[in-house]
């Protein structure tokens, strides 16, 4: 309990004894008047009245005298030795600075003539007061005992001979209040009472790696003590396994570098010694299976590098930390994780939440422009293949069809007709043709004579099994009616050598109509 400021009634003292020689005296009153906060002093009212029937000419002054018999907190009889005297005219007196829970004795003396005197006595006892002392550091040291969430405190009582007269009561017991008084727990407060013969607190439910100071108070019986007197002892509790980093980030570098910004644990259940930082790509589906981890030192060296868009959901309480990673794919896609280990602590804190990092995209339109070049090379390639193959294919197939359309025309005569024979450029075919080509199939022709006809197989296949060695035809020269090709004079429709295509489709029958 605090102390009162103000005792709202008036009480009167024990008196143990009143003595009176005469009977001036009468109706002796004392009252202990109220305490104040500051001033934890007792004053008392004296009132009586005088009856006796005094002459004009006789002195009417009252002479008091206040006198300390003793602290009724000590033993041995130990008292103040100074006394209070003074001349009163009227019948009240208020006498002030007297010592709480004292005994003392208070006297009325009339001088009369003739050497007379009316005389009136009272002992009296004061009320307890507040503890004017304090309790005492103690040597003990239960620190060994405590823990993270757990502190124990110790001291030592007051002397008791020495300063029993600060005591001014009865002692009640020790009043303990205690609060935090790191930023974090700065709400925290707790109260108490600890009996009068003990000097040990242990106080639990704390949170790591925090600063608490605990005062100390002695109280009277009635639970009152004053904010003045204490001892303060101020502990930290031991640091604990940490929290998780939260609010980490990244940003793209140049280079292939990967910022990695984050707030360290708060509140803090210890020094930080060093981060653990762990990633993996898309193909891994845990981080079991991490690809890479480093360790770091907390610092905030490289946190100017951060854009201030991404510290926005760092608070004011948080510090910040921040680590740059280097030869990362950028094109690639990475989770990152982090955690913190404390000084002291051989448990870290949980990893904290994966954050993903996208592929850059310029590298992978630069990825997808070169894979684009290599298909359009390719490609290329294909068409000017496929090109040449076509191209082969209609050669032949013309060449062919030309060799049908000309054997028709050589069925009756093996001379080609008039018109055929002025037209340098059909000549120049027709004398890439062999005679076996041209002439049908049925007979060979032969110069000037008949060879006995011979039936040919259906295909030149067949008729190379039955026939493995057929006659050589006769020259062109002499064949009557062949005109050789004057190759000095101007072609005409191209060159005539083997590599020109053949006309697909030659109208021959303009040549013989």
């Not at 109706?27 to 005094?54: G, K, Y």
């Not at 644990?265 to 790509?281: A, K, L, S, V």
């Not at 008039?418 to 120049?428: A, C, G, I, L, Q």
Request: with cysteine; aromatic share 10%; proline share 6%.
């Amino acid at each position: 309990m605090a102390i009162q400021l103000l005792t709202s009634v008036l009480s009167f003292v024990l008196i143990s004894e009143i003595r009176s020689e005469s009977s001036c005296f009468r109706n002796m009153e004392v009252v202990e008047l109220p305490r104040f906060l500051l001033n934890n002093a007792t004053s008392i009212r004296v009132s009586w009245d005088l009856v006796c029937d005094l002459k004009e000419s006789e002195n009417k002054n009252v002479r008091l005298t206040v006198k300390h018999l003793g602290y009724l907190s000590c033993q041995g009889g130990r008292r103040d030795y100074q006394e209070q005297e003074q001349e009163v005219s009227g019948n009240l007196v208020i006498i002030e600075d007297l010592h709480p829970y004292s005994s003392y004795r208070i006297s009325l003396k009339l001088m009369l003539d003739g050497g007379d005197y009316s005389e009136a006595t009272v002992t009296m006892k004061t009320k307890a007061g507040v503890p004017q002392m304090r309790a005492r550091q103690s040597s003990l040291d239960y620190s060994h005992k405590d823990s993270g969430t757990k502190l124990h405190f110790t001291w030592r009582p007051p002397p008791t001979a020495s300063q029993c007269v600060k005591f001014q009561s009865e002692l009640g017991f020790y009043h303990f209040e205690m609060r935090g008084l790191d930023k974090w727990n700065d709400e925290y407060m707790t109260s108490g009472e600890v009996p009068i013969n003990e000097t040990k607190l242990e106080v639990d439910d704390l949170q790591p790696f925090s600063h608490y100071a605990l005062f100390v108070y002695i109280t009277n019986t009635e639970g009152e003590y004053s904010r003045d007197f204490f001892i303060k002892l101020e502990k930290r509790t031991k640091p604990a396994q940490p929290q998780t980093p939260t609010n980490l980030t990244v940003e793209k570098m140049d280079d292939r570098y990967h910022h990695l910004l984050w707030a360290e644990p708060f509140p803090p259940t210890g020094e930080i010694q060093e981060y653990n930082i762990r990633w993996r790509t898309n193909g891994t589906k845990t981080m079991s299976a991490f690809l890479g981890s480093q360790t770091v030192k907390p610092s905030n060296v490289l946190c100017g590098e951060i854009k201030k868009e991404n510290t926005s959901s760092v608070t004011k309480n948080m510090q910040k930390v921040c680590f740059t990673l280097n030869e990362l794919d950028k094109s690639e896609g990475y989770y990152f994780s982090v955690q913190a280990i404390n000084k002291e602590v051989e448990i870290g804190s949980e990893w904290s939440e994966e954050v993903y990092s996208e592929p850059n995209k310029s590298s992978f339109e630069l990825a997808s422009s070169g894979t684009l070049a290599v298909i359009l090379v390719l490609s290329t390639i294909v068409m000017i293949v496929i090109i040449g193959a076509l191209r082969t294919a209609y050669k032949v197939r013309n060449k062919l069809q030309f060799k049908q359309n000309i054997q028709h025309y050589f069925r009756d005569s093996t001379e080609p007709p008039e018109s055929v024979r002025s037209d340098t450029t059909m000549m120049t075919y027709i004398s890439q043709v062999t005679q076996a080509e041209i002439i049908p199939e049925t007979e060979y022709a032969t110069v000037g004579r008949r060879i006995a006809s011979r039936k040919l197989s259906a295909t030149p296949s067949q008729r190379s099994q039955q026939d493995p060695l057929p006659p050589l035809p006769p020259p062109l020269e002499d064949i009557p009616g062949y005109v050789r090709p004057n190759f000095d004079r101007p072609e005409r429709l191209g060159s005539g050598s083997e590599e020109d295509d053949p006309p697909a489709d030659l109208p021959i029958t303009n040549y013989f109509s």
